[in-house]
């Protein structure tokens, strides 16, 4: 079965610092990955996606991921924080070899330090 | 936004009363989900469908069930609410992989 690990339910770092926001998965065929942000009283939205196309994907607001299928891991990073990237993110898996379910993380609040 | 409508937004109930949702959609994408977000534990599949008529269970069925007899809507029915059923339910949609699903802008759920 599959699943999704997400280390840290919260995470702070200072305006300006480098975000870091880690997801390990577990499936028995390599999946399709994603990256969610959803921000307070409002629905997800998708940041990025790996879909084996190629392992360093590039999403909005500057955000970007790598697949490394030795790691079993799609880390989040972004260069520089913004305040207004503060919210909260999930890490969502879906296998290839069937059209069925997306499972998601726990979640990551990340916190903005000025 | 993807064309995806959740009713009610809002719904207070009581303990032991029947309760349904609703998730329309007007985009004719295949894949529904019913997803519940609680504090600590991030979104749970309660059900999905691949298809009209075509239903599964998720990680958290217990005291849910759902109908989709259209393309275009999916049901999801407490039979009894509990209050370990408060909490805020997304629906979700997709077409087939690898595409993300979409998502609805949730209900929240109170049962007291």
């Known amino acids: 079965a599959q699943s999704v690990t997400q280390l840290g339910s919260h995470v702070s770092v200072s305006e300006g610092a480098l975000v870091l926001l880690r997801c390990n998965y577990s499936?028995?065929?390599?999946?399709?990955l994603f990256w969610y942000v959803q921000y307070p009283n409002q629905g997800l939205q998708l940041l990025l996606k790996?879909?084996?196309?190629?392992?360093l994907v590039k999403g909005i607001n500057g955000f970007e991921a790598e697949f490394k299928k030795s790691e079993t891991s799609f880390h989040l990073t972004k260069p520089s924080a913004h305040m207004s990237d503060a919210a909260e993110y999930f890490c969502?898996?879906?296998?290839?070899?069937?059209?069925?379910?997306?499972?998601f993380g726990k979640g990551t609040r990340l916190h903005i330090l000025p | 936004d993807a064309g995806i409508t959740q009713s009610p937004r809002h719904k207070v109930t009581e303990t032991g009363t029947p309760v349904t949702l609703r998730c329309h959609q007007t985009?004719?994408?295949?894949?529904m989900y019913w997803y519940r977000q609680d504090p600590g534990h991030g979104l749970r599949l309660i059900h999905y469908?691949?298809?009209?008529?075509?239903?599964d269970k998720g990680e958290v069925s217990d005291g849910y069930s759902v109908s989709r007899s259209k393309t275009e809507d999916f049901l999801l029915t407490l039979e009894s609410a509990t209050s370990s059923q408060t909490s805020v339910y997304f629906c979700?949609?997709?077409?087939?992989?690898?595409?993300?699903?979409?998502f609805g802008q949730g209900t929240r759920l109170t049962v007291v």
């Open positions: 499936s028995s065929v390599p999946p399709y």
């Open positions: 979700a949609i997709s077409e087939i992989q690898p595409t993300e699903a979409f």
């Open positions: 469908s691949y298809g009209v008529k075509d239903t």
């Open positions: 790996y879909t084996s196309a190629a392992t």
């Open positions: 969502a898996v879906r296998p290839m070899n069937r059209d069925d379910k997306i499972i």
């Open positions: 985009e004719n994408h295949r894949y």
